[in-house]
């Protein structure tokens, strides 16, 4: 069966109407971060592959946008980190040659921008956003529990000289977490090194729903303006966003698949890479559903090996 890699668009408060791009099988990244909403990295690699063929997901991305959609990006995020892929020159270079009304934007960890064929990959990009959480390999380890081998002063590094290549625009993520990187000692090198990167935003990212680690946890609304009015001192616009903001336009799933969905859940417990597989949506759209159903208390969330599962009691709400 052929993988989808388009989802969306999706409403992004940082990116706008945003189609998203997945060149990954689930779950392969370089980093296992505590935070990530899609559970444990089952592939930890810091190898660059061709995932899928290159002509498929340009077939997909040539389908969907012939038809002139209303987009403000085309995003390469998903499953995983985006620059593993050796796909992601190509399709960039296809996305700006023959859609050149769409701005492309690219969601990376950061940790291969020392490699300079990335860095010639996503030369074509509009915007990269790189994520910092830490200028300590301790918490750096701690937060991301990295592929063995990656620096963060090296990862660091190399997002400074990428930004002094690079011909668009570089936003920083800074990811949250309370009692690893946000108290004095910890916020004051984050904010020296965003300084040296001299990104042209900053975006202070937490918890938005339920991480790979169940003892994560987003700063406080208070601590959080403190935090930022601290980061907009350097004189650079600075945004506060939970980690997952993007929201469908409308609901993609359909009533069908709402029932579809929680008559499993009562079944059986199940994480978003199984509603996935059974419904034919993608990761990001599931767990955006998913995360409206938490809201409202139909379903709960408990942890098992495979990651993050959910589930449904046997009279929940089936509006």
């Known amino acids: 069966m052929t993988e ?4 969306g668009p999706v409403s992004s408060r940082r990116l706008g109407r945003s189609l998203g791009i997945d060149l990954l099988p689930f779950k392969t990244c370089s980093y296992n971060c505590v935070y990530c909403e899609c559970g444990a990295t089952t592939r930890l690699t810091t190898e660059r592959a061709e995932f899928f063929p290159t002509e498929e997901v340009i077939g997909q991305l040539d389908k969907f946008l012939e038809k002139g959609p209303v987009l403000d990006y085309v995003t390469f995020a998903g499953s995983g980190e985006p620059t593993l892929s050796l796909s992601l020159g190509k399709i960039i270079r296809h996305l700006k040659t023959t859609y050149p009304q769409y701005k492309v934007a690219v969601l990376t960890n950061g940790s291969l921008l020392g490699n300079k064929e990335v860095r010639a990959d996503l030369t074509g990009a509009d915007l990269v956003i790189p994520t910092l959480t830490s200028t300590s390999q301790e918490i750096f380890e701690k937060i991301h529990r990295p592929h063995p081998g990656l620096s963060v002063s090296a990862i660091i590094n190399a997002i400074q000289e990428f930004g002094k290549e690079f011909p668009g625009q570089i936003w920083l993520e800074i990811f949250l977490i309370p009692g690893l990187n946000t108290d004095r000692a910890q916020l004051r090198t984050l904010r020296e090194a965003a300084r ?6 900053i975006q202070l990212n937490t918890l938005d729903r339920p991480a790979a680690e169940e003892w994560v946890t987003a700063p406080e609304a208070e601590e959080l303006e403190i935090i930022r009015r601290y980061f907009a001192e350097l004189g650079i616009p600075v945004d506060v966003a939970g980690v997952c903001c993007e929201q469908p ?12 969905i929680l008559k499993t859940l009562r079944i059986r417990p199940s994480t978003v890479e199984d509603l996935a597989s059974m419904t034919g949506l993608h990761h990001h759209e599931v767990a955006k559903y998913l995360s409206g159903l938490l809201e409202d208390g139909t379903i709960h969330i408990q942890r098992g090996k495979r990651g993050v599962f959910y589930s449904a009691g046997p009279d929940s709400d089936q509006k």
Request: negative net charge; aromatic residues 4%.
């Open 4 to 7: 989808n890699h388009i989802f």
């Open 196 to 201: 040296a990167i001299h990104p042209q935003r």
């Open 249 to 260: 336009d409308v609901c993609i799933a359909g009533e069908s698949t709402h029932e579809l």
